[in-house]
């Protein structure tokens, strides 16, 4: 499973939208060539952050690897700096979630509540975030991340093997530091 962390923890990052279509502005960052990981990054003109794109194959079908993902309360246990995950509501192919996460000092904490939509194609599933408002007060101890949207695809790749896919573009609702300055 360490290729389950790694792309756990880009998730966890804020920071996915999937693109229309594969462009070249897509730079390679890191590659792991013995656990086949590739991670990309590209350029936002609206924003200081970049864009993220990951990909792996791993051994499994899509629904195991979908069991992982959809296990909520274990998130912190594979999800990096995520320190509580619930689900608020869930209805359909939908689910509201509420993550709480721990930045390093001397940055505050940061929480957001997700939407995510689940669609299967082919045997491919697609999972989709995006932060939403209006489901938990904000707390002052945390800073709420607004602006925050992954996608994951799960691919059946042949061979008992599924190539997981994970877009990832935000905000982390600024540079406030523990004491509530901004830097």
């Known amino acids: 499973m360490p290729r389950m962390l790694l792309l756990a923890c880009l ?11 594969w462009s070249s502005d897509w730079a390679l ?3 792991d060539s013995e656990r086949d990981i590739r991670v990309y990054q590209r350029d ?12 792996t194959h791993m051994p499994g079908s899509v629904a195991q690897v979908e069991a992982v993902l959809a296990d909520v309360p274990a998130m ?7 320190t509580h995950a619930r689900v608020l509501k869930r209805q359909s192919s939908e ?9 390093p000092y001397p940055f505050r904490a940061r929480d957001a ?39 994951w695809k ?3 790749a042949g061979g008992n093997q599924v190539r997981v896919e994970l877009w990832g573009s935000g905000e982390p609702g600024g540079l406030k530091i523990a004491a509530g300055k901004v830097r």
């Not at 509540?113 to 904000?138: E, H, K, M, N, P």
């Open 11 to 21: 998730a966890a990052l804020p920071a996915a939208w999937m693109p229309a279509a």
């Open 29 to 31: 960052r890191k590659q």
């Open 44 to 55: 936002r003109d609206d924003s200081a952050y970049d864009d993220l794109y990951a990909v």
């Open 76 to 82: 912190p246990e594979w999800a990096s700096r995520v």
């Open 95 to 103: 689910a509201w979630i509420y993550m709480q996460y721990k930045l």
């Open 113 to 151: 509540v997700v939407r995510l939509r689940r669609s299967q194609d082919d045997g491919a599933v697609t999972i989709r975030s995006q932060s939403v408002s209006g489901w938990i007060a904000a707390q002052p101890e945390r800073l709420r991340m607004t602006n925050m949207q992954t996608t």
């Open 154 to 156: 799960l691919s059946p």
